[in-house]
T-cell receptor, first 114, second 113 residues
Framework: NAGVTQTPKFRVLKTGQSMTLLCAQD?????MYWYRQDPGMGLRLIHY???????AKGEVPDGYNVSRLKKQNFLLGLESAAPSQTSVYFC?????????????FGSGTRLTVV | GDSVTQMEGPVTLSEEAFLTINCTYT??????LFWYVQYPGEGLQLLLK?????DKGSNKGFEATYRKETTSFHLEKGSVQVSDSAVYFC????????????FGTGTRLTVIP
């Protein structure tokens, strides 16, 4: 099925470990996003990309890095995980066209840092 | 900057009750407005949207009207079902080049039989 696929779905890390979350979309969308979802705070934008080879900071970028080497993939990296990064991470992609814009979200990655 | 303020929950209703979840926004200009729904263990799904003032978005019995005068986009449903239990997010479209969405904090709805 077309859409946004996130891997892994669950992960437990120890403080200081590193990991990469992968987001893949097969809709040829230009824009891609990483959000984190925390209780009582909705979704907050971490980083985003407006096209292959581009990235930009969102609202809460500290402690994260991203790369968009291929149009269909958007990677989120944690170099040295901290308990404050325990969260649910969502990837999304979007298009902008003559009829407006649309967004598709992945099913999320639940990350626990102990 | 642009922002969304959403009614805090959780909200618990009996089946067939009337639902209102309040959402107000702050923005320059007139951004598109959205309601997303998140069912347990899943990602966000678009429920409905409105792109200009006085537009009414509707889907699955849910409705919301874009009110410019009150900067609001309240979600309503006349008769909720157990299957409507989920978290509902109000969002507005970022009108800058990021093409991002600004989300409210979410409202958890539980419908009991």
């Amino acid at each position: 099925n077309a859409g946004v696929t996130q891997t892994p779905k669950f992960r437990v890390l120890k403080t200081g470990q590193s990991m990469t979350l992968l987001c893949a979309q097969d809709m040829n969308h230009e824009y891609m996003y990483w959000y984190r979802q925390d209780p009582g705070m909705g979704l907050r934008l971490i980083h985003y990309s407006v096209g292959e080879g581009t990235t930009a900071k969102g609202e809460v970028p500290d402690g994260y890095n991203v790369s968009r080497l291929k149009k269909q993939n958007f990677l989120l990296g944690l170099e040295s995980a901290a308990p404050s990064q325990t969260s649910v991470y969502f990837c999304a992609s979007s298009y902008v066209g003559r009829k407006g814009y649309g967004y598709t979200f992945g099913s999320g990655t639940r990350l626990t840092v102990v | 900057g642009d922002s969304v303020t959403q009614m805090e929950g959780p909200v618990t209703l009996s089946e067939e009750a009337f639902l209102t979840i309040n959402c107000t926004y702050t923005a320059t200009g007139y951004p598109s407005l959205f309601w997303y729904v998140q069912y347990p263990g899943e990602g966000l799904q678009l429920l409905l949207k409105a792109t200009k003032a006085d537009d009414k978005g509707s889907n699955k019995g849910f409705e919301a009207t874009y009110r410019k005068e009150t900067t609001s986009f309240h979600l309503e449903k006349g008769s909720v079902q157990v299957s409507d239990s989920a978290v509902y997010f109000c969002a507005l479209h970022d009108q800058t080049g990021a093409n991002n969405l600004f989300f409210g904090t979410g409202t958890r709805l539980t419908v009991i039989p």
